[in-house]
T-cell receptor, first 114, second 114 residues
């Protein structure tokens, strides 16, 4: 079985400060890891993914995430938060080799305070 | 349109009724997915299609749920004898083909069973 934990339901960050949204995972074998963002009244949007290779992955809107195999984590980061980053963020995992089923975490609501 | 389109955006029905939810994927996308998102939860996998065939329907909760994609494009999720517990946001997503590409999500169909 595969699972994702997002330990924080809510994260508040002041505008301009660095932000981190945490994610840990459990999966057999090497994981495929994803971050998606959900803005109000909008569909989920892809931010970035880790498949293989460099542990630091860069994605859309200045976001990046670091794959840490020993800690089974894939935290989302951004050096300087914008008010427009306020949204609901989901981490997701799947197993490789043809398994198409994505398992999502419960989401973290990120609020950037002006 | 350019994105994944889902209709209806909102559906209110009575317990025991039959419901159909439609998904029109991005043109040319061969892989199509259905997820269900309950309030405060992340999306949960229901089923995915590669072309016309259901490649993995392991997430369908019971035999009241069924999905089709007869021509390899539009898909319909069908729910028989609806129950109050079926109330949720039903999300459709597509991608060019199976594999590590990103999923493109629609805005969802919110189902409320009274």
């Amino acid at each position: 079985a595969q699972s994702v934990a997002q330990p924080e339901d809510q994260v508040n960050v002041a505008e301009g400060n660095p932000l981190t949204v945490k994610c840990t995972y459990s999966v057999s074998g090497n994981p495929y890891l994803f971050w998606y963002v959900q803005y109000p009244n909008r569909g989920l949007q892809f931010l970035l993914k880790y498949i293989t290779g460099d542990n630091l992955v860069k994605g859309s809107y200045g976001f990046e995430a670091e794959f840490n195999k020993s800690q089974t984590s894939f935290h989302l980061k951004k050096p300087s938060a914008l008010v427009s980053d306020s949204a609901l963020y989901f981490c997701a995992v799947s197993r490789p080799f043809g398994n198409e089923k994505l398992t999502f975490g419960t989401g973290t609501r990120l609020t950037i305070i002006p | 349109g350019a994105g994944v389109s889902q209709t209806p955006s909102n559906k209110v029905t009575e317990k025991g009724k039959y419901v159909e939810l439609r998904c029109d994927p991005i043109s040319g996308h061969t892989a199509l997915y259905w997820y269900r998102q309950s309030l405060g939860q992340g999306p949960e996998f229901l089923i995915y299609f590669q072309g016309t065939g259901a490649a993995d329907d392991s997430g369908l909760p019971n035999d009241r749920f069924f999905a089709v994609r007869p021509e390899g494009s539009v898909s319909t999720l069908k729910i028989q004898r609806t129950e109050r517990g079926d109330s949720a946001m039903y999300l459709c997503a597509s991608k060019l083909t199976t594999g590590t590409g990103e999923l493109f999500f629609g805005e969802g169909s919110r189902l409320t069973v009274l």
